[in-house]
């Protein structure tokens, strides 16, 4: 963990296309926010509206329900990494192929305004730029909010509603 009086914001995207005995795609969501809110180290929590996409993968799936959040955080970016699986699990997350359907996922989208580039973890995110999912919700919460020396408006994706759908 960083000293207390270095926090640093980050973004992280959320999102979910299955149920399960602990709740639906946008109660999955919910639960994961909550826990970041009561997490010690987690502070000014903004969270976007909720979108419904397309799955980017295979097609045979629910649509997603995704959010981008934005928060400051004392945790190092593996420790955040670490409390995003920790939340992937508490939701009984199963990996049954890639891009598949999901309870829920919540990745690191930004850290501060870090380049990352570990085996276990890549800021910004590596598909940031092709995802209008999170570039969407992105530039909602934060619309001069800088990525790679670029505003998120400069990224044509992040004005683009193509197979979008504002939930709430």
């Known amino acids: 963990m960083l000293d207390n009086n270095n926090w640093v914001t980050c973004y992280l ?3 979910s296309n299955l149920a399960n005995e ?8 919910q639960q994961a926010l909550a826990s970041l809110e009561q997490h010690q180290a987690m502070r000014q929590l903004r969270v976007s ?14 649509d997603f329900t995704n959010a981008v959040v934005e928060l400051e955080t004392t945790l190092t970016p593996l420790e955040l990494l670490a409390l995003c699986q920790q939340l992937e699990a508490q939701a009984q ?7 598949g359907e999901r309870s829920l996922d919540v990745d690191i989208l930004l850290y501060g305004q870090q380049q990352i580039d570990e085996p276990t973890l890549v800021v910004p995110h590596a598909g940031l730029h092709e995802r209008n999912f ?20 400069a990224y044509p994706l992040s004005a683009d509603w193509s197979g ?4 709430h």
């Open 13 to 15: 995207g959320l999102g």
């Open 22 to 29: 602990l709740g639906s795609p946008v109660e999955h969501l």
């Open 49 to 62: 509206s909720y979108y419904a996409s397309a799955p980017m993968g295979p097609q045979d799936q629910p």
């Open 93 to 99: 997350r199963e990996r049954l192929r890639r891009w």
């Open 134 to 153: 999170m570039l969407v919700p992105l530039r909602e919460l934060a619309p001069e909010l800088m990525i790679n020396d670029q505003p998120v408006s």
């Open 164 to 167: 979008l759908e504002l939930i």
